[in-house]
């Protein structure tokens, strides 16, 4: 159903091309060779070099300043302006708050990468951590400066590229940064009631409304870095038997504190956390399930856009926090690694029919972009093994069927930009594309989809006959063994299977 008047789909088209294109100056210009890698933006112009050569020095002050001070922060006493001051001049925070967001507002999700290598090249990841672990030994539950609050955030921003651009072959650089982002994460612990801090009772009130939105803005960033972090498969397990991080994940999307940001940012974790079977087994329980299809109620403070209405805006909001509690759901019911809660079955069923039959692809992809600005998906796959499922393709239930149409709807987002169809590419997950309408039922929502979906990929990458050997491969994962053992395993192990 399209809910637009007009006008306000051109209005969110100049919108979405605003934020793919530039978001702070002047388009990162890139041409051969490292040191002629151009970013230019307000203030400041030049080599992308010079701009983290002067974030690291900003950084390495505001390190040897804290170690130096450390025992007046400590203090239970309350801060003088004097020594107020002296915080503001020697963290210089303003000037660390534009060099970050310089660095990775640029644009598109492969500019935001090139920048964040660039950064990882330097080998100054270690002064992030040891500043972001000085930082957590600040209590916010007792007075602190919120300068430190601020610095605290933007290093939560310059993790968040960070932790997609590392390579796998060097993850013990997320290792080392994971208990920070963790702790950042945990600053306040969330239940379903409004926060209230033990010796701050008064946070949330409008005397404090500038602490309250740093609180708010950190926890949103360090959500993203475990966004970032849960689509390696090192972490997945771990994270999900963290019993504080868990109780923290459902505990937000129950409180209305929180604006929609954090609902999205918790379910997209979530499920990069489903993305491992080996994880089901924790998250499929009735009160997780429960309180996902109930999460898009909990939205209600939006952000207004120009020549929108707000009703639609809020409907936006809430499609997007559904849509990502529509694929968790997929995730659950198709693996099968654990038992689907039965007596939800039909809820369930009702939650993804009612999503799927009202949702514009088009506009919620766009509306995503808006809002989930320089985020990149790393892998394809999870998706793609999704749609193969045998289970939406050996009689499948309705359950399933809707399931699999949800796993469209996400490939057709997600492929609907250039840096994600190279991703799937990349992955050798193409022929695999072309091959899925052979496996679903002609006249049903999930072929019309995939047709539109191929349609989508073929007007930007021209599709050739797959390989003979991913055609064996395909009809083994849609009627056999899944997308995961035929890909993955040798020729000889799939022939025999």
Not at 457 to 477: E, G, W
Request: aromatic share 6%; with cysteine; net charge neutral.
């Amino acid at each position: 159903t399209n809910h637009t008047r007009p006008g306000r789909q051109a209005h969110l088209n100049r919108l979405y091309e605003h934020n793919t294109q530039v978001h702070m100056g002047n388009a990162l210009r890139r041409s051969q060779g490292r040191k002629q890698v151009r970013y230019a933006g307000p203030e400041t112009a030049g080599p992308v070099e010079e701009l983290i050569d002067r974030l690291v020095k900003a950084f390495r002050e505001a390190l040897q300043f804290l170690n130096a001070v450390q025992n007046q922060l400590q203090s239970r006493k309350a801060i003088s302006l004097q020594f107020s001051r002296q915080i503001s001049d020697m963290l210089r925070v303003r000037d660390i708050d534009k060099y970050v967001l310089q660095l990775i507002q640029v644009g598109t999700g492969d500019r935001v990468m090139t920048n964040a290598k660039l950064f990882l090249q330097t080998g100054e990841l270690k002064v992030v951590k040891e500043l972001h672990s000085l930082l957590l030994q600040q209590s916010w539950e007792k007075v602190c400066h919120i300068d430190l609050q601020y610095l605290e955030r933007a290093l939560l921003r310059l993790l968040w590229p960070l932790c997609s651009a590392i390579p796998k072959e060097q993850h013990h650089e997320v290792e080392n940064n994971l208990s920070n982002i963790v702790g950042s994460f945990l600053r306040v612990s969330i239940s379903s009631d409004p926060i209230a801090l033990p010796n701050n009772p008064n946070l949330s009130t409008t005397s404090n409304a500038d602490q309250f939105q740093v609180l708010v803005e950190v926890m949103i960033t360090a959500l993203g870095c475990l966004c970032s972090v849960t689509e390696n498969e090192e972490y997945q397990v771990r994270l999900v038997t963290n019993e504080k991080v868990m109780k923290q994940l459902v505990g937000c999307l129950q409180t209305p504190t929180f604006n929609h940001n954090l609902h999205i940012n918790v379910l997209c974790c979530i499920e990069n956390l489903l993305y491992n079977p080996s994880t089901h087994q924790h998250l499929c329980n009735p009160k997780i399930v429960r309180v996902v299809m109930n999460a898009s109620d909990q939205v209600s403070d939006t952000r207004q856009v120009e020549d929108m209405d707000p009703a639609l805006c809020l409907k936006l909001e809430r499609d997007l926090v559904k849509y990502f509690g529509c694929m968790m759901i997929a995730h659950m019911v198709l693996t099968r690694e654990a038992v689907f809660p039965e007596h939800l079955a039909a809820s369930a069923t009702l939650f993804l029919g009612d999503f799927l039959s009202g949702v514009d692809c088009n506009l919620l992809h766009k509306w995503m972009t808006v809002q989930v600005h320089g985020f990149m998906w790393q892998d394809i796959f999870p998706n793609m093994r999704l749609v193969y499922s045998p289970s939406c393709h050996i009689s499948p239930r309705p359950i399933d069927m809707l399931c699999l149409e949800a796993g469209l709807l996400a490939l057709q987002i997600i492929l609907g930009r250039d840096e994600e169809r190279q991703v799937l590419i990349k992955q050798g997950l193409l022929d695999y594309l072309t091959c899925l309408p052979w496996y679903i039922q002609e006249g049903c929502g999930a072929h019309r989809r995939v047709r539109t979906l191929l349609e989508m990929v073929s007007s930007h990458v021209p599709l050739q006959p797959p390989s003979l050997s991913n055609i064996v491969r395909a009809k083994l994962a849609a009627t056999h063994c899944g997308l995961k053992k035929a890909v993955y395993s040798d020729w000889y192990a799939v022939t025999s299977l």
